[in-house]
């Protein structure tokens, strides 16, 4: 068969037969052979396949181990979908997965060898309506895919409430065949699976690796945290695959001692300073892709960071799969250019790599039009420019401060344009700290060495003035959410917890000094500082003249800060006209 039209399990089964002898996986303790893997993967499809129907779901144990990769690949050997549970998900959630696909069985993993049990789904997990031991019953509305339907993924709700999603196994196919072609991966790779079973990005890291007779390492999670551990993990496995987040790449330092040969960041946007680190040691590369469109629909050749100064390109289309832009402030199918005649607007995934739909109680909310196109529209704010397209930012994210629209993810990019920054992260909020719908401040949070001052420097000479964050707040490192991504709740409630906690000066000189490090997020502001140079505003001196007031000069008005020269004719003004 030609590898074109090869099923991923087609090219499993190659690899079993070509590469009997080699590792397919290896744990902490023990490795299985492709001809043992086989073997295991073909008793659970023979078992799966007597003890299911054609179209039920299965339900498999997320356990970092051999069975759940062997429960994996036999669900999809007997052509029965899977769904992953994960015991540390809310007993609701789990609740909801085996309601709404009508799980009857579970799939459990625990034997170190690999060997995988049927046993009936957990009593805490059956709806109230459900009995152990309950004849199947297919969920409501599920269409007929003659066995081609391959899993379902539940979205992280990043975005808003979680979701089902019903995505088929043939696009897989080709998905997986680009990457193998793409990273180069042969029986002497040997790729580290680091996702959580319940992310779908673990799917190709599966794989990549078992389709090209390459070697899965599957380790629990004490060898995955990210920094000085992954790293001796990296070198100690001598891993030379890598698919993981961009807090990972981050927070670890790549050594001269690694075998990797390919890495690639996925789940979240690519900073250079990830790529001039990583790119040292390995071939760099940036994906794109959602639950919604089977994994993985870009993926970059390997980059140059001389050339990712501006920002980091999506890559080009994996699988089968196309794209157009949608302008999101005109009718539909128009686009918008830039000032420099790019084109901007959300991006569509179009073709066979669009999932089913959402399945909900009501039946499948189909992402297929009615010549069975798929199309989904991602969210995603993209720009084309120089042939080549780029992530600018979510749609939801979107902020309007001052009267103006801005893209924070644009904003994020120009930040981590200046080398010694890390990451950043943008985002509107308002001067008070209160919840409103008013948001009057762009903050800005960047991890890195330069102070808010070299900071602003940097952004004056890169983007106009109303995208210039007030507050530049230099912080250690970003919280980080279970999936990866950075908790931008968290970041927002550490500085106003900190602001509280920073009790202001008695005298009121010192005070209104105080009061202006607060504003602006540069902690060395002097009396020499003018209040708009380190980046005062319109709000924020609403918020100093009110400072002002109350400090006892009671006629104080913003046209008093937009003359004063600088903090020091402020305060002596505070001190001559106080009451």
Not at 27 to 37: G, L
Not at 173 to 192: E, F, K, N, Y
Request: net charge negative; charged share 25%.
């Amino acid at each position: 068969m030609h590898t074109r039209h090869m099923s991923v399990v087609d090219g499993i089964e190659r690899a079993v037969r070509e590469f009997p002898d080699g590792d397919a996986l290896r744990t902490a303790d023990r490795a299985v052979s492709y001809q043992e893997f086989g073997e295991l993967t073909d008793d659970f499809a023979r078992r799966l396949a007597v003890r299911t129907e054609p179209g039920e779901f299965i339900g498999i144990e997320s356990c970092r181990d051999i069975g759940a990769v062997v429960a994996m690949v036999g669900a999809l050997k007997a052509r029965r979908p899977f769904v992953v549970i994960d015991e540390r998900d809310s007993r609701a959630s789990n609740t909801d997965k085996v309601r709404l696909l009508g799980l009857r069985l579970l799939a459990t993993t625990s034997s170190p060898g690999g060997h995988v049990d049927l046993t009936e789904v957990r009593p805490q997990w059956l709806p109230a309506d459900r009995a152990p031991g309950d004849e199947w019953r297919p969920p409501r509305g599920l269409p007929s895919t003659d066995g081609d339907l391959g899993y379902a993924i539940t979205t992280s709700g990043s975005t808003g409430k979680p979701k089902c999603v019903l995505v088929r196994a043939a696009p897989l196919a080709p998905v997986i065949r680009d990457h193998v072609d793409r990273l180069s991966v042969g029986p002497d790779s040997r790729t580290l699976q680091f996702a959580r079973l319940t992310f779908d990005g673990c799917l190709t890291e599966i794989l990549w690796t078992l389709t090209a007779g390459a070697c899965l390492v599957v380790l629990d999670e004490s060898h995955l945290a990210p920094g000085v551990i992954l790293r001796d993990t990296l070198e100690r496995f001598r891993i030379t695959h890598l698919k993981t987040t961009p807090f990972a790449l981050t927070a670890t330092e790549p050594t001269a001692a690694m075998s990797l040969e390919h890495v690639v960041n996925g789940g979240g946007p690519c900073r250079l300073s990830v790529i001039r680190k990583w790119s040292a040691v390995a071939s760099f590369h940036n994906a794109y892709g959602l639950t919604e469109t089977t994994v993985c629909n870009l993926l970059s050749d390997p980059l140059d960071p001389d050339e990712c100064r501006d920002s980091v390109p999506l890559g080009t289309r994996v699988g089968d799969c196309a794209y157009h832009i949608r302008h999101v402030d005109a009718v539909e199918g128009a686009t918008a250019a830039t000032d420099g005649g790019a084109e901007r607007g959300e991006l569509v995934i179009t073709g066979d790599s669009v999932a089913l739909g959402y399945l909900t109680e009501h039946g499948v909310q189909s992402f297929r039009q009615t010549d069975d196109a798929g199309v989904y529209r991602t969210g995603d704010i993209v720009e084309h420019r120089d042939g080549r397209l780029h992530f600018v930012e979510r749609l939801d994210r979107q902020v309007k401060v001052r009267g103006y629209r801005l893209d924070p993810g644009e904003i994020e990019n120009a930040v981590c344009r200046l080398d010694t920054v890390r990451d950043a992260v943008v985002m509107a909020e308002a001067h008070d700290g209160a919840d409103a719908d008013d948001l009057d401040v762009l903050v800005c949070y960047y991890q890195g060495e330069p102070d808010p001052r070299t900071v602003r420097r940097h952004l004056e000479g890169l983007l106009d003035p109303y995208k210039i964050p007030s507050v530049l707040d230099h912080v250690e490192s970003f919280p980080y959410t279970p999936n990866g991504k950075v908790d931008r709740d968290a970041l927002r409630v550490g500085r106003r917890r900190l602001a509280a906690e920073d009790a202001p000066p008695s005298s009121p000189d010192l005070r209104l000094l105080h009061l202006v490090r607060t504003l602006t997020g540069v902690d060395d502001v002097q009396l020499e500082d003018n209040f708009f140079e380190v980046g005062g505003d319109s709000a924020s001196a609403v918020v100093l003249v009110n400072e002002m007031r109350g400090l006892g000069w009671v006629d104080a008005g913003i046209r008093d800060v937009l003359r004063a020269e600088n903090l020091r004719v402020l305060v002596g003004q505070l001190q001559e006209r106080s009451v």
